[in-house]
């Protein structure tokens, strides 16, 4: 389907997501009431149709090589309200909901983002305040 | 440096960045005062320092295979005011600021992720209203 506003490729219509080398693409979850981004994971074609149709985020582990749902262990499922996808169909952002009190990084934070880089100095990390 | 609040290797002090196979960090550029995300690019060690001490975005082009300072030929330079840090350590989130008026997408849209992917009936991309 030809677009109205951006280079072929880059309009509307059918989804052609383009997958690296290891058939992953990026995907970004944000909180979609906070905005905050929550984390950062790889979805192969089979993860991608699973968050989209069940809405629950479902990465591909490339450590365990398998699909992921996203709180299938600890009850933090990411529930999807929304997809975006970039100019480049490589990358994906989540617009996703929480459970109360959920967090959605192992380490019990509620975003695996609770560290802050510094900008002056050698490169350190300090806690962002909770 | 040993952390209060999280294993060795998720708290504060020395960042120690993990480059995967091919030298690369994942970085997502934020918005900083609409949160909105604004692009997802690759980082090498040096694009990483050069982000950090310059507060100008720099990217690795996988494509160009060389460091590539985010708006040298537009003058959309994403102007960063924090970096996080994620629990791995191997991934980025720059809160950024665009000129006024700018954009941060090759196709001249604010953001990247400009299109909306349909949760139900076959996968389709709508443009988001801008």
């Known amino acids: ?14 989804f052609q997501p383009k997958f690296d080398g ?15 981004v929550l984390m950062v994971a790889f ?21 365990r090589n398998k699909l992921w ?9 990411l529930e999807v309200e929304e997809i975006l996808v970039d100019c480049d169909e490589d990358c994906l952002v989540l617009k996703v909901r929480l459970p ?3 967090v959605a990084c192992h380490t019990g934070e509620k975003s695996c983002f609770y560290r802050k880089l510094n900008l ?3 490169a350190e990390l300090k ?3 909770s």
């Open 1 to 14: 389907m030809s677009s109205k506003f951006a280079p072929s490729g880059e309009g509307e219509g059918s």
């Open 22 to 36: 290891q058939g992953l693409l990026t995907a970004v979850a944000v909180e979609i009431d906070s905005g905050q």
């Open 43 to 63: 979805m192969n074609a089979e993860a991608v149709e699973a968050t989209r149709t069940t809405r629950r985020a479902t990465f591909f582990s490339r450590s």
């Open 69 to 77: 749902v996203k709180g299938e262990s600890s009850g933090n499922y």
């Open 100 to 102: 109360a009190k959920g």
């Open 120 to 122: 002056v100095g050698p």
């Open 127 to 129: 806690r962002i305040k």
